[in-house]
């Protein structure tokens, strides 16, 4: 099966595609053929941080460019099947106004997308125009997104036959709205064009998953090679997700294939933090005779028309304020340095170890002692500010050069002391077998440290994403879309009605509108 990853939940533009196949009595093989990443950091930089218009607007301009570029590239690799004979002949046609056709879907056990004819949660496989999308999303999409609406409308590319993709992943929470719908609405008309099914992914469940891919290195371009399977971590996990947006201790289990909700641990249930239903109890319950008081609507386990996941998640502590990722950019613009400052703080960090200027300042560590797995940084910021305040200045106004390498790097360890008590107490809170590191601040060289040391120390293998995959990318999501096409079968999901879930946490299960 080839999946289409879609990423657009702050200010990268990002598309990836998977090649998977069942790889023994269980489990998953995938290849990487493709993934690309736009960054739109320098445009956002004279804001200091991602000014969500602009992302929104810059998203619409390049995905479908990006897209382009992608089947250009990768062409030989995703058309190939396309002379292979369908289970189901389609009418064949070409071009502008005529039938686009494409080989019969792999199997995928839900429809979650939009499917053609104006129907949700079904794929026809009717002969779709061009033009017959244009005209039934033109007045949704095009005011909307118009940049995204004009780019699509413009597509040479896409008026021809369909690409040999059997289902689209997209990111529809957590994020920037604006910017998460546009990945949507080109999702919505990819798969409404292409006859293909969607698969929504929650953006943290695909910063998890994606730390257990062993590589992200593309396929050739004869697309020979690099089959792989995913790490199989020793469960109960603890991941540690830090990104600009989050920082969150989470547990991770697994739900093997057919296990039922009502096993869970109690402690999985109670709270919000929980992962959605296996679609295997939806058959149950759709299959039910009529009159039975377990229908779909009743029964609190379905919980509406969320979409499963193989793994359960419960969010044991997580931020009370700023995120880690958003206190080192914050922290950096406090020392004069460009956005994203993250990386350039950590540099001038390495810099005052390099040359062994000490620390001139002890900075807080913030609910280090609090008792439980939350944290706090912006006690943290508020501490670099006023210690930059009251620094001797330089006469034109600038710190001096060693007082913002020695600030940089007592920081930086702040950051690691508070990040690495609060993963060990979490480790020994849940008796974890195995640590997933996820998120963009996943790629900062002291923070690995410390974490690998902490699994070394408890004999637990720990799992970090490459520095591809730790920032935000379209790989993390089709990979996890993978997970969850592979994992599951049964009656798919009700019809639902798509919506761009900012504040989306990772395993809540709420339902969509109907």
Known sequence: MNILGIETSCDETALALIETRKDGKSGMGLRVLASLVHSQAELHSAYGGVYPTLAKREHGKNIVPLLGKLLEEHGNIVLKKLSEPSREPSPPGTGDGENVTRPEPAHVPWQAGEGPGGSEGQCSHV????????????????????????????????????????????????????????????????????????????????????????????????????????????MPAIALLISGGHTQLVKVCRHGAGTAVSSRPAELTRGIAVASSPLHLRAELASSAPGDSRSLEQDPRTFGNSVPAPFSYTILGETKDD????????????????????????????????????????????????????????GLKTAVLYVVRDADKNPDGSLPDAFRKSLAQEFETAVADVLDFKLRAAIDKIGAKSIILGGGVSANSVLRARFEAAAVE?????????????????????????????EYTGTPPTARRWRADGTKRLGDARAHDQ
Do not use: C
């Open 127 to 234: 002969p779709t125009t061009f033009k017959d999308i244009l005209e039934r999303f033109k007045d949704e999409i095009g005011p909307q997104n118009p940049e995204l609406f004009a780019s699509f409308s413009h597509a040479d590319f896409l008026q021809g036959p369909a690409p040999a993709i059997d289902a689209i992943a997209v990111t529809e929470g957590p994020g920037l709205e604006p910017a998460l719908w546009v990945g949507i609405n080109f999702a919505r008309m990819l798969a409404a064009l292409w006859q293909v099914p969607i698969i929504p992914v929650d953006h943290m469940e695909g910063h998890i998953v994606g730390s257990l891919l062993p590589s992200d290195a593309v396929a050739p371009a004869d697309g020979n090679g690099g089959w792989q399977r995913l790490h199989d971590a020793p």
């Open 323 to 378: 995120a880690v990722g958003e206190a080192f950019d914050k922290t950096a613009r406090l020392l004069g340095l460009p956005y994203p400052g993250g990386p350039h703080l950590s540099e001038l960090a390495r810099k005052a170890r390099e040359e062994k200027i000490p620390a001139l300042v002890k900075l807080p560590r913030p609910m280090i002692n609090s008792g439980d797995l939350d944290l706090s940084f912006s």
């Open 458 to 486: 408890y004999g637990i293998p720990v799992f970090m994403p490459s520095r591809h995959i730790s920032g935000d990318n379209a790989l993390m999501i089709a990979v996890a879309a993978a997970i969850h096409a592979h």
